[in-house]
Structures are given as structure tokens and as C-alpha cells.
């Protein structure tokens, strides 16, 4: 399929950042520069509001089903190597709901990759379509239960009508495997997004919101761009930011980093974190360069957001941010 140009001006995104519970770990082992300490270390999940499409996530943070699922064998070998906190109130469906949001009304979740930190409130929503690309997936459900866990993958994290709610995107050919209209225009990939690929699906079909391929920490993760992004309060309907206000570009990468300093000035996770956590090592490293030549050639103007990242929590989501709030 020959790409078409994305449409020059997209319609404006609003948008939300969050965060659904964190995990621990040391800092240095995210970044290098980062301290030799514990440091809690936020699970971030997004809210879109399309003008047509409704309520989108990308990605749904912990939520409680997290701790069910590391109760028991296998699942609890996650626990143990990754300790999680998700206080009650404090999953996208329960700060949703506080917030005038219902989870029947959110209609699409972009899944990043399929590890638990990624995927702990896919049962909250019992409306959503799951969009994810599909290879993301296929590999993770042929190993061992065991392996699976090894993997950060928790298949009982996936509703039980997790299929037939899939719209499981191919790269760069097909575009959607799914029967949906969804994901199955191939645009040009815009500049300055060029280094992460000549072709990019275009969600909805409006150059609103760009799916592209991040490999190296895992098969398959997919990042989302938005092009004309508004942050605004959670429940803002679609389009009722002032009139004035210009959006901005944002990414959200997922793990293909940790931190917005690898992004930005390519310091790279410990050597230890490197090579035990991330699938495809050169990927990795490609992605990270590819990532670094976005934001450099962006001026600025692009804010490229890692999922697990403090200092975009703190910009974005609440100043003082902790693990206590
Ligand atoms: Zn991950």
C-alpha cells in the first residue's frame, strides 16, 4: 500500500495525563545520571477525547486486578521481582469515575505493549476496543506460563472477550486485521517524525492520532502521536478548550525509555537493566536514536513522553508528585 500525506491540520486532541500506581527500582538502573537510591517509579496512563470517536486510552496503568493476578503461582514471581503499589482509588477506572467519566463511555484503549504495568485496568472497561499491534501479542501467548510472567505478562490481566473486542494492527501493510475501519489508512509519517519510519497508521483515518512501531524493549510496542494535543482538565468535552488555545505535539513512547533524559540527551538505562529487560538490544538503541532525532529536530515544540518518567509526571500531572498522592 503506497502511504498518502497525513492531512496538514488535524483536528485538536484534548488530553489528560495520569497516573494508575507505581512500582519501585533504582534510579541509576533507568538512566544514567540517575542516583544509586530507591525510587518510586509512576505507572502514567492517558485520556484522549477525539471530536467523532469519543474517549480513547493510551495504556491503563495497575489497578487491583494487578494484585489478584500476583497472589498465585506463576503470577506472584512478578510481584516478587516487581514490588507494585495501586491504592484504592487510584486505578484509571476509579480516577475516571471521580471525575465524571464513565469507564462504559471510554471506546478505544491503546495498548503500548502487554506488560502488567501496562495493561492492569483492561477488564475496568467493558466497552473498549482494544488497538495493539498484533505481533505484540502472538509471541507473548505461545510461551510457558512461567516464561510468560518472566516476560511482565499476565495473561489474566485480559478480559475474558479480549479478542473479540481486538482491532489488532498490522505494520505497515494491512494496517488493521481487524473487520473495524479503524487503523487501516497508511499515511506518510510527518516531519518531524521521519526518523521513526516512512509510513504510519493513521487511527482514525483524520491525522489526529499516529501509531507507529517502537521496537527493542519488547515486540511489537506501539507509540502514539498526537499532533494537535490540548492538556486539559480530565473531563473537558471535546473541542471546548478556548478558542485561543494552540495545541502542541506530544508522543507517548511507551518503554522505549524511561526516562525523557534518554530521550533527550541519550542517557541510557544501567548496562544491567540494558541487557536482562529489553528483547532486542540494537532495536532498543535504534529507537532510542530515532526518538532523540524527533525531539532534536522538534525544537522543542514536541514533548515525547515515556511511561514511566518523573519529571513528565511532575509537569504534567501534579508538580509535587509522589507516591503518596
Ligand atoms: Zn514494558
Not at 55 to 60: A, E, K, P, Q, W
Not at 143 to 153: E, G, K
Not at 208 to 216: A, D, F, Q
Not at 253 to 282: M, N, Y
Request: net charge neutral.
Amino acid at each position: 500500500m503506497t502511504p498518502v500525506v497525513a492531512t496538514a491540520a488535524p483536528p485538536r486532541i484534548p488530553l489528560s495525563l495520569h497516573v494508575a500506581g507505581h512500582c519501585q527500582g533504582l534510579e541509576r538502573f533507568m538512566f544514567s545520571g540517575g542516583a544509586y537510591a530507591h525510587v518510586d517509579i509512576p505507572s502514567v496512563f492517558v485520556l484522549l477525547n477525539h471530536p467523532v470517536h469519543g474517549y480513547c486510552l493510551y495504556d491503563t496503568g495497575y489497578s487491583q486486578e494487578n494484585k489478584r493476578q500476583t497472589e498465585a503461582w506463576p503470577g506472584w514471581v512478578y510481584g516478587a521481582i516487581v514490588p507494585i503499589t495501586i491504592k484504592e482509588g487510584h486505578s484509571a477506572r476509579e480516577q475516571l469515575q471521580k471525575q465524571g467519566v464513565s469507564p462504559a463511555d471510554i471506546k478505544y484503549i491503546l495498548i503500548s505493549h502487554f506488560h502488567g504495568d501496562h495493561i492492569g485496568g483492561l477488564k475496568d472497561f467493558p466497552n473498549a476496543k482494544f488497538v495493539y499491534f498484533h505481533d505484540s501479542l502472538t509471541r507473548l501467548e505461545t510461551l510457558a506460563p512461567i516464561r510468560q510472567t518472566l516476560h511482565a505478562f499476565l495473561p489474566g490481566l485480559l478480559p475474558a472477550d479480549f479478542k473479540r473486542r481486538s482491532i489488532a494492527l498490522d505494520y505497515p501493510t494491512a494496517g488493521s486485521l481487524s473487520e473495524s475501519g479503524i487503523g487501516r489508512t497508511i499515511v506518510q509519517t510527518p516531519e518531524p517524525f521521519g526518523p521513526l519510519g516512512q509510513a504510519c497508521i493513521d487511527l482514525f483515518g483524520d491525522g489526529s492520532m499516529l501509531v507507529v512501531p517502537l521496537p527493542g524493549h519488547c515486540t511489537g510496542q506501539l507509540g502514539l502521536i498526537v499532533r494537535n494535543g490540548l492538556v486539559t482538565p480530565l473531563s473537558s468535552p471535546a473541542g471546548s478548550a478556548n478558542p485561543g488555545d494552540t495545541g502542541s505535539a506530544f508522543m507517548f513512547v511507551g518503554d522505549a525509555c524511561w526516562d525523557s533524559r534518554t530521550v533527550q540527551e541519550l542517557a541510557l538505562p544501567h548496562p544491567l537493566t540494558f541487557w536482562v529487560v529489553h528483547i532486542d538490544k540494537p532495536a532498543y538503541l535504534q529507537t532510542i536514536k530515532n526518538l532523540h532525532s524527533v525531539w532534536k529536530a522538534g525544537q522543542g515544540s514536541i514533548e515525547i513522553v515515556p511511561a514511566h518518567c518523573r519529571s513528565m509526571v511532575r509537569k504534567w500531572v501534579k508538580p509535587e508528585w509522589n507516591s503518596k498522592l
